[in-house]
């Protein structure tokens, strides 16, 4: 076995502390990566905190993993020593349902292996994530990085990055349609950058109007204050495709009202409310709603090289692991831009 450092969620409602456990040995398929940086995902919290139920403390989140390989075991084809690589939100599942035959793990009939609080095959202990300085994964959940990235702005790709990718892909979005983004947190700012860099025209839809100078940064075409009912009607029956990352209760009857005959709402977020929808707001124009989980490997591995070759990157704070409880507040408050990415190496300065 081998001893690891991390922090860890030890209950719901005790602060991210030093935590000191073991991973498991390098198996013949294995990889070990020594983490350098790991995005902080709302997921993290939302676990850390059992907002979801089922957490298996101690947690140890983070899922946004990007490092270099340290070791890899006698059978591994695909990786070698030196290495950069990622991990993102899954590492394990049956490998022999229909879906995951099919390149979507995420999907898997069996229920994937998730990155971390998961039940951990052979172990007595769940799976702990990259809030950590080294993990070990099968080399089938291992994504390769290129090095010559601004890595810490890479770790965010590995959910944020891949679970706006892969609706845009599925769906088909391409220059000339035009694309309606609800949120713009670490989720939307991808989807903006992401949509835009494919040739839709990109609006943000947003309660805060104090965001429209950054949504143009970002690539946005167009910004509309869905509090503002003169601008909703402007873009009435105008969308495409609809991107809402909004765990938020919100109003899809309001919102599928933008979408244009045949358009889609795709739905990232979880609200912790069942949502309200007039059927006919979809039956009178044969509109869509639909949802999206994060995206297999091997679409994981082309949303890494396609934001490589077009140099689309997360727009990340840097922090040191024991800033993470703060982060934590301060993602609550939305006081972020967007993504914070934990410097693992200040890791070795705590006591864990």
């Keep these: 076995m081998l ?7 030890f209950d719901p409602n005790s602060p991210l502390a030093p935590f000191n456990f073991e991973r498991r040995d390098v198996g013949a398929h294995d990889v070990l990566i020594q983490i350098l940086f ?17 957490a298996l403390y101690p947690v140890v989140p983070g899922h946004e993993i990007v490092g270099r ?18 991990v993102g939100c899954m590492v394990g599942s049956c490998q022999s ?7 979507l793990e995420q999907y898997c009939e069996n229920g994937f292996i998730g990155t971390y609080n998961s039940p951990e095959p052979g172990l007595e202990t769940p799976t702990y994530g990259g809030y950590s300085n ?37 769906w088909g979005v391409r220059q000339g349609h035009k694309v ?50 003169e601008a909703l009607k402007e873009v009435s029956s105008y969308f495409d495709f609809i991107i809402n990352t909004v765990s938020a209760k919100v109003s899809l009857d309001m919102y599928a009202s933008l979408l244009r005959r045949d358009g889609t709402m795709i739905l990232l977020g979880v609200p912790p409310e069942a949502p309200e929808l007039h059927a006919g707001t979809l039956i ?29 990157l997360s727009d990340i704070e840097v922090i040191n ?13 939305g006081d972020v831009k967007y993504r914070f990415v934990i410097d693992m190496a200040s890791l070795e300065n705590t006591n864990a």
């Excluded at 390989?69 to 990622?86: Q, R, S, T």
Aim: a negative charge; charged letters at 20%; proline letters at 2%.
């Design 3 to 9: 001893e690891t450092k991390g922090y860890a969620a």
């Design 38 to 54: 790991c995005g902080v995902c709302h997921s993290d919290l939302h676990t850390a905190k059992g907002e979801w139920g089922g």
């Design 69 to 86: 390989i340290l070791k890899v075991g006698d059978h591994v084809k695909k990786f070698a020593v030196g290495e950069m690589a990622g």
């Design 97 to 103: 349902c229909p879906s995951c035959a099919d390149g």
């Design 134 to 170: 080294q993990i070990v994964v099968s080399e089938n959940f291992v994504l390769k990085i290129r090095e010559d990235q601004d890595l810490a702005r890479v770790a965010p790709l590995l959910c944020a990055g891949i679970t706006t990718f892969s609706p845009l892909r599925h």
């Design 180 to 229: 309606g983004v609800v949120g713009l947190g670490g989720l939307g700012h991808m989807a903006v950058k992401l949509a835009a860099s494919m040739g839709a025209e990109v609006t943000v839809l947003s309660t805060s109007p104090n965001k429209e100078a950054d949504a143009q940064a970002l690539g946005a075409h167009k910004f509309v204050v869905t509090k503002d009912q």
């Design 284 to 312: 009178f124009g044969r509109r869509r709603i639909a949802g999206s989980l994060i995206g297999g490997i091997a679409e994981t591995q082309e949303m890494l090289d396609y934001c490589a070759e077009h140099n689309i």
């Design 321 to 333: 692991i024991n800033q993470i409880n703060t982060a934590y507040d301060r993602m609550l408050a």
